[in-house]
Structure formats: C-alpha cells, structure tokens
C-alpha cells in the first residue's frame, strides 16, 4: 500500500543543522510532487515546503534561506535540510503525497512524522 | 501569510451535527477553490476529508460535508459520533505553489 515514513529526527543544539528523509513506497514517486508541514507541541499544522515532481521547490517566505527541500526520484525519497535550527522549529515533521490527479492541490497520504528537538 | 482562523474549540451530542469554519482572505480560500480539511486524532498523523472544498476522497464517511462562500470555508460533520471526536485543520492553496493551514479545531462529542 501507499506509505510514507519520516527519519532523521533527533534532539539537536540551537543553531546547528538537520537532514530530514522521508521514504515512500506504494505509489510512483517521480509523478507525485511532495510537501513537509510541521507540528510544534500542541499546536496546529504548518505547511513548510513543497517539491515538485521534477525538482522544483517552494517554500514560504517565513522560512527562505533555512530551508532546503530536495528528491531523489530513483530511491523515491524527499528531504528537507534545516539550518540555523531555534527553538520554535521543534516538533513533528510530516512528509506527504500531494493528491494531484486525484486530490488536486490536497495532501492525501501523510507520514507517521518525525520528531525534532532543539 | 497569517494562519486561517477556524474556532478554538466546537462540540456537540451525538447523533447531532456541527461545523467548522475557516476564516481566510482575498489572497488564499477567497481566490481559489482549493480548500482541503483533515482529521488528526491524538498522536497521529492528519487525514484528508475533504479537498477541492467539498470532494471527499474514496473511504471518506458522506457525514463530512464541506462548502465555501466568498472568504470562509466550512466544515459539517452530521449525525456526530464518538469517533469524531478529534482534531480538525482547513488548508488552503494560497498561490505561487503554497499552502496555509488553519490553527485547528478541537471537536468534543458530549
């Protein structure tokens, strides 16, 4: 079945770096563009980037220069780099599969996360 | 971006129905229909509802219903049930290939 699973979570130091991964499998990876969102403790969702099915990425403008969201179409997997990490970056890591051609413009399927502590 | 505003906090019987409004602007929910709602229950990952304001994807209960007008999305959740009882968000396409969320409804089936 579809899936999608997170890694590279971890506690970290303030102002210091993280890779995220996110693996997927069930579907074709290279036809899907791929969004992270994030969830800090008790607190809603926030949409933090997204990657296009071929390599074009688009971020919010709160989080240009800090992050870097990228692919890998032959091992179906996205990342996202974060740098200069504060403590507001801490929580939940999503990654997920945008709907397009059948959710257009939605997130169908979601990742389980993985947790970030600065 | 601000985050759309959807109510803290909504409740309601079973048996009974409840909505959820998203409160956006001009810029994101007012200009495209490219609204979606997801569910997340405690310590688990959001589900889809709803996309394309009122589409549920295949598996979706049709208790969920959704709609827009002008600015504001909303969510009705009909003939309320105990497992209901959870998290809401309303996101929104907001142009140039991004995405904003709401700041989440609680949902509390009495």
């Known amino acids: 079945q579809v899936q999608l699973e997170e890694s590279g979570g971890g506690a970290v130091q303030p102002g210091t770096s993280l890779r995220l991964s996110c693996a997927a499998s069930g579907f074709t990876f290279k036809n899907y563009d791929m969004h992270w969102v994030r969830q800090a403790p008790g607190k809603g969702l926030e949409w933090l980037a997204v990657?296009?099915?071929?390599?074009?990425?688009w971020l919010p403008d709160f989080m240009k220069g800090r992050l870097t969201i990228s692919r890998d179409n032959l091992n179906n997997t996205v990342s996202l780099q974060m740098t200069s990490l504060r403590a507001e970056d801490t929580g939940v890591y999503y990654c997920a599969k945008d709907g397009a051609g059948t959710s257009n413009y939605a997130m169908d399927v979601w990742g389980q996360g993985t947790t970030v502590t600065v | 971006q601000s985050a759309l505003t959807q109510p803290a906090s909504v409740s309601g019987s079973p048996g009974q129905s409840i909505t959820i409004s998203c409160i956006g602007t001009?810029?994101?929910?007012?200009?495209?229909?490219?609204v979606s709602w997801y569910q997340q229950h405690p310590g688990k990952a959001p589900r889809l509802l709803i996309y394309?304001?009122?589409k549920r994807p295949s598996g979706v209960s049709n208790r969920f219903s959704a709609s827009k007008s002008g600015n504001t999305a909303s969510l009705t959740i009909s003939g309320l049930q105990a497992e209901d009882e959870s998290d809401y968000y309303c996101?929104?396409?907001?142009?140039?290939?991004?995405?904003?969320f709401g700041g989440g409804t609680k949902l509390t089936v009495l």
């Open positions: 996101c929104s396409y907001a142009g140039r290939s991004t995405w904003l």
């Open positions: 990657i296009s099915h071929d390599g074009n990425e």
């Open positions: 001009n810029s994101d929910v007012g200009s495209y229909n490219l």
């Open positions: 394309e304001i009122s």
